[in-house]
């Protein structure tokens, strides 16, 4: 079942898991002040369905994933409005990268500037031969400004993400697996069918477990180690506590497959 939340953004319910597709061909996905602030609507109410909806995947249409900010709406806006611009995309962006549930960026096609910000934010990036990756605002006499200056470096170290930046240069598919921005490389008509099959799988998995793995090593990478390793106890001690774990090890010695209840 599809829905439409923005005349740009369509979504589809699959269970646990929810699709959400950029929808703006004719601009080959890029985003504007409107579709940034439905975008970030859309997360936030997700973001309080944790126990309804686990993975998200989000991809785009045609040959653009998402070419970046609207530059055709640059042109007309004055210095507030392009301050207002960048201060709704990290607040989007923000958003998305700190969702509780799992995130998986099917990249269809252009992942330019925002586009590749935005495939950043989320926890896997799967691509296709016909994916092009870049930060190009170089070549516009501008820098990235949707976290490219920072998560990029976090990801690929911070060579590889200067040498990007610096020249502005679209890579493919097999680069971007190569460089460890993408997990996989998909055939231009395997790459939904193949994002969809790994959301399951993850939607499939022990719930609380499933959300705390994201979040405990986000919050350890934000954090030293010794702080990272204490915070890894308390969270296998507290899921130890739980039905889920408990069902888990009485499976496993049960010889069956565990019924898991998401507490
Ligand atoms: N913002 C607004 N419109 C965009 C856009 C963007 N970021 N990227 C592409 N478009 C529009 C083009 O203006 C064009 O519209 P038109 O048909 O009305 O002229 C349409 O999408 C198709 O793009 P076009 O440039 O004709 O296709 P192409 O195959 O020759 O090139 C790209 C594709 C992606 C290489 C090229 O469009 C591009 O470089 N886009 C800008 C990417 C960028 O700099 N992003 C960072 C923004 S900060």
């Known amino acids: 079942m599809e829905e439409r939340l923005h005349p740009n953004l369509v979504l589809e319910r699959k269970g646990a898991i929810e699709i959400l597709r ?3 061909e004719d601009s080959l996905g890029a985003l504007n002040f409107e579709i940034m602030e ?4 859309y997360i936030q109410d997700l973001g309080a369905r944790k126990e309804d909806v686990r993975v998200l995947v989000v991809t785009g249409t045609g040959r653009g994933f998402v070419a970046g900010a609207d530059i055709v709406g640059y042109h007309k806006v004055g210095q507030t409005e392009f301050d207002n611009f960048q201060r709704r995309s990290r ?3 923000d958003a998305i990268a700190n969702l509780p549930q799992l995130t998986i960026c099917a990249v269809n096609g252009y992942a330019l500037g925002g586009g590749l910000e935005l495939a950043l934010c989320c926890d896997f990036i799967f691509v296709n031969e016909k994916t092009k990756l870049g930060l190009p605002e170089i070549k516009l006499g501008l820098l990235p400004g949707g976290g490219g200056t920072q998560r990029l ?3 690929v170290g911070p060579m590889r993400a200067k040498e990007l930046l610096a020249t502005g240069r679209m890579i493919k598919a097999e680069e971007a697996v190569q460089y460890g921005i993408a997990l996989e490389a ?3 008509d395997g790459l939904m069918p193949r994002a969809i099959e790994f959301a399951e799988e993850l939607a499939g998995q022990a719930p609380v477990a499933l959300l705390e793995s994201k979040r405990v090593i986000d919050d350890g990478l934000d954090t030293a180690l010794s702080a990272g390793l204490t915070m890894e106890q308390r969270v296998l001690g507290a899921l130890y506590a739980t ?5 888990g090890i009485a499976a496993f010695i049960e010889k069956r497959d565990p019924e898991f209840k998401g507490r």
Do not use: I, Q, W, Y
């Open 22 to 24: 950029v929808d703006r």
């Open 243 to 247: 039905e889920d774990g408990k069902e």
């Open 38 to 41: 439905a975008l970030g609507n």
């Open 186 to 188: 998909c055939s231009p």
């Open 91 to 93: 607040k989007t962006f």
């Open 153 to 155: 470096p976090r990801l």
